[in-house]
């Protein structure tokens, strides 16, 4: 079945550090993918997302590239800031097969020292 | 605006009583979602909905369960056969059936401690 890994965490960054978080995947087919971010105490909320191979997804400064032939879609941002502590997911959805929503990484929990 | 409302955020219940978590939205989407969140893991869904009077098992529904009487609500209950319900309960929906590049669009959670 399908299956995301994310790199472990807890993350500690200096604020204005770069940033990178390790998602591989595993699917079937041609996946979307995504990354979540939730802040302490709240839901989940869409980060950026990519539909196919090469695509680039972006926001707030946060980017992941769709890269198909190493299965890899690992978020980056240049210089983090303290409000982007939180913990961050990524998943997949598969189309057709199934008719079940998302396959979650574990997460992983970034905090930015000021 | 539109989203998904879940209440309480927090509930507390003593072992051996059911209780239910609401989640209700008005983005007019067809498919609904519950997912448990546990601490340092992922989500794990436990039931879903693509339709009213429709609904399927998760990865882990045992001890829990679900109605879908109206396209708005998509209540969770927890029963007492579930064994350790102590979890963040976090329901979410999409447009429909072939939203699968759609995102999920997430309430804000149901902390529930059983003791």
Known sequence: ?114 | DGGITQSPKYLFRKEGQNVTLSCEQNLNHDAMYWYRQDPGQGLRLIYYSQIVNDFQKGDIAEGYSVSREKKESFPLTVTSAQKNPTAFYLCASTPGQNSYNSPLHFGNGTRLTVT
């Open chain 1, 1 to 114: 079945g399908d299956s995301v890994t994310q790199m472990e965490g807890p993350v500690t960054l200096s604020e204005e550090a770069f940033l990178t978080i390790n998602c591989t995947y595993t699917a079937t087919g041609y996946p979307s993918l995504f990354w979540y971010v939730q802040y302490p105490g709240e839901g989940l909320q869409l980060l950026l997302k990519a539909t196919k191979a090469d695509d680039k997804g972006s926001n707030k400064g946060f980017e992941a590239t769709y890269r198909k032939e190493t299965t890899s879609f690992h978020l980056e941002k240049g210089s983090v800031q303290v409000s982007d502590s939180a913990v961050y997911f990524c998943a997949l959805s598969e189309a057709g097969g199934s008719a079940r929503q998302l396959t979650f990484g574990s997460g992983t929990q970034l905090t930015v020292l000021p």
